[in-house]
């Protein structure tokens, strides 16, 4: 089965990439329920699982509404309306979802499904208000599953959207779809995709093409149609097999020059995130001394805190990422420090 989206100039006017926190939620989350030991995503599934089994998400709205395959509702991908939206600002979105469409939507998920679950069934009486709930569990899942591996993964998507930009500036549009994914070609205007089930056309979508990259779609891109919203296609970021794999760093005398050692040996041991607890065990500091220079790295910007259950994760930042890659580079030592001081001042 092949579906045909045909663009005109206007739709290749139109077209643009964002990134987009729920279109990763709803990817990640569907991973998570399926119980599949992904290949890629392993080291990741493994570290939130059990805090999302903890927090009981994995049998809340979410395991409801995204289901481990088949359709998951429109309301909650709503269409970025820049290039990199908050969380914030997509669950705003979805607050605003009409009723009429929430239902709408969940009963194609029941008839997807065979039936709706029992919180989904309350949904559909209560939209308005209970929308709110979906929100509030879709946060907390955000801070448990993604908030603390976010920089990472934002850094593969940034760097897909780069690369693909800079296709279409040397190559033009065609080499560009021809490119995304084996699923998708390009031919006498029309971008052609070879999919399992739905229907995606002109005749059935908006204007313009809305680009995604994600880390968590899978093997082939998923699209999500809903005029007179632009098409959104989703589709595996280039760099996603290397995600999850260690990146020590070794060139940390040119950083705890500057930081001190005990700073830098904290970040060294966020490879991945970790409480104060495990930091102060794997470091030798007491818990008190750990968690005094995690809050000065905080105030830098060189980690975030994300809550899960009753304890704090911390994580690298993308600043610190940066200083300790400055870490790497060849040269004398007083060249590292100017460019780990010049990381800092931006961070």
């Known amino acids: 089965m092949q579906d045909e989206l045909v663009f005109s100039a206007s ?15 709803g990817t990640s989350f569907k991973l998570l329920n399926s119980g599949s030991a992904h290949p890629v995503h392993r080291p990741w599934a493994e570290q939130v699982r059990p805090r999302v089994a903890s927090a009981g998400l994995d ?25 990199a939206p908050t969380l914030a600002v997509e669950l705003a979105g979805i607050l605003a979802s009409p009723a009429v469409r929430v239902r709408r939507e969940l009963d ?3 008839q997807e499904q065979g039936r709706l679950g029992p919180r989904s ?12 709930r979906v929100a509030e569990e879709i946060r ?7 908030a603390p591996y976010w920089a990472r993964i934002r850094t593969v998507l940034d760097a897909d959207i780069f690369h693909r930009a800079r296709q279409v500036a040397e190559h033009g549009t065609g080499h560009l779809f021809n490119d995304l994914h084996p699923s998708l ?13 739905g229907t995606l056309s002109r005749q059935t979508a908006g204007a313009g093409l809305l680009l995604i990259p ?13 005029p007179p919203e632009p098409p959104q296609l989703a589709y595996p970021a280039r760099g996603v097999g290397a995600l999850w794999e260690p990146r020590p760093f070794t060139g940390t005398d040119a950083v705890a020059a500057v930081l001190g050692r005990s700073r830098t040996m904290l970040l060294s041991e966020l490879e991945t995130p970790a409480s104060t607890t495990e930091l102060a065990r794997r470091t030798g500091l007491s818990p008190a001394g750990a968690s005094q220079n995690l809050t ?12 899960a259950g009753r304890s704090v994760l911390y994580a690298r930042t993308a600043a610190a990422e940066s200083v300790l890659a400055a870490g790497e580079c060849p040269g004398n030592s007083s060249h590292n420090q100017v460019v780990i001081a010049s990381n800092m001042q931006q961070a």
């Open 140 to 146: 907390t899942y955000w801070e448990l599953a993604l």
């Open 108 to 110: 194609r998920l029941g």
């Open 59 to 83: 049998r809340g709205w979410l395991a409801e509404l995204i289901p481990p395959s088949g359709y998951v509702p429109d309301f909650l991908n709503p269409a970025a309306a820049g290039p």
């Open 11 to 25: 739709d290749l006017a139109q077209m643009r990439f964002a990134v987009s926190p729920m279109w990763e939620v």
């Open 185 to 197: 070609s390009w031919d006498d205007d029309a971008l052609r995709l070879a999919r399992r089930q």
């Open 296 to 307: 000065a790295l905080r105030d830098a910007g060189l980690v975030s805190a994300h809550r």
């Open 214 to 226: 994600s880390a968590f779609t899978g093997p082939g891109p998923l699209t999500r149609v809903t």
């Open 121 to 132: 069934r309350t949904l559909y009486a209560e939209p308005r208000s209970l929308l709110v």
